[in-house]
């Protein structure tokens, strides 16, 4: 799902300077796969080096051959997925044909409604896959503000509550939306991580998304400190469209580093509407592989 901006072709630097309060410039922090200490008392974290991919991307080729899809983007070099349904097969299943090509999944993505019904047997679905993060994916429109998104970050707290009981860690992955304040001045994104309790509910921050919705990636992750624990990466150009990493204007090299320093445990690469899929995750492949610490035999070339 894209969207254009204003705006002519810019080069990376002018691009990202143009933004509100923007400082993700090239350059800023340098040595990424190092060990970031964030201050005195606070654990040291680091960028993580194995690399994912959302299934959503590839959903496509997934449906009529899901074995040879998942064989595919192991061959690439991607290590984890993260799961968007099961394509009619149960947890065990995709386990097993995920566990023959070597691939783990870290992570999935589930519906509000899950959350209020089936949340039990989702919990469990994701402890036999062997996951460590649930996470909710979008809100339906009815339910993205006032008072219906106010019961929304509730039932977050019980689904995170949950799922810590479970032994996983549950997120929200925002949109764009999100990060534009409302009619009552507020930015939604911020009601729901004001409203959840920090120990309970965490941010899969879609980088995309909140430059798309006019927001300083580098900034967000200062201001919710270990929330960010898992990220989408996907690029985007000078004029707004979705694009495989490597292939937009955003430097993703001090938005990781950054991230890792503040507790991030997973990225996902992930395009919502690529033209070849499997060549898509390759490309991104390729291109974050050289932006991660070393330590993975790549297959991308």
């Known amino acids: 799902m894209t969207g254009k901006a204003a705006g002519g072709m810019l080069d990376r630097r002018r691009f990202l300077g143009a933004l509100p309060g923007a400082v993700v410039v090239a350059g800023r922090l340098p040595g990424l796969g190092r060990v970031w200490p964030r201050a005195e008392g606070w654990p040291a974290f680091q960028v993580p080096s194995a690399i994912g991919v959302q299934l959503y991307t590839v959903r496509s080729v997934m449906t009529g051959d899901p074995d040879g899809t998942l064989a595919a983007i192991a061959a690439i070099g991607y290590e984890e997925v993260e799961l968007a349904g099961l394509y009619g097969m149960s947890a ?11 691939l783990a999944a870290t992570s999935s993505h589930h519906s509000v409604e899950e959350v209020r019904g089936s949340w039990e047997a989702t919990l469990e679905a994701a402890v036999a896959l062997g996951q460590r993060l649930v996470v909710v994916p979008a809100l339906p429109a009815a339910e993205r503000a006032g008072e219906a998104l106010r019961r929304v970050a509730d039932d977050f707290n019980r689904a995170g509550e949950a799922a810590r009981a479970a032994g996983l860690r549950f997120g929200y992955h925002n949109h764009d939306w999100e990060m534009r304040p409302g009619a009552d ?15 309970l509910v965490d941010w ?3 980088i995309f998304w909140v430059v798309h919705g006019g927001a300083d990636p580098m900034a967000e992750l200062d201001a919710r400190a270990r929330r960010v624990t898992s990220v989408h990466v996907k690029d ?3 004029a707004g469209e979705m694009a495989d990493v490597g292939a937009g204007v955003i430097d993703f ?7 890792g320093e503040l507790g991030l445990l997973h990225q996902y690469v992930e395009h919502d509407q690529p033209g070849d899929p499997i060549e898509s995750v390759r490309a991104s492949y390729r291109a974050l592989a050289a932006m991660v610490p070393a330590g993975r035999e790549d297959h991308a070339a």
């Open 92 to 102: 065990r299943e995709m386990k097993a044909r995920l566990d023959t090509v070597g």
């Open 185 to 199: 001045g507020v930015r939604p994104i911020d009601l729901l991580l004001d409203r959840t309790d920090p120990e």
């Open 204 to 206: 899969q921050m879609d």
């Open 236 to 238: 985007r150009t000078a």
């Open 253 to 259: 090299r001090p938005v990781l580093a950054r991230a």
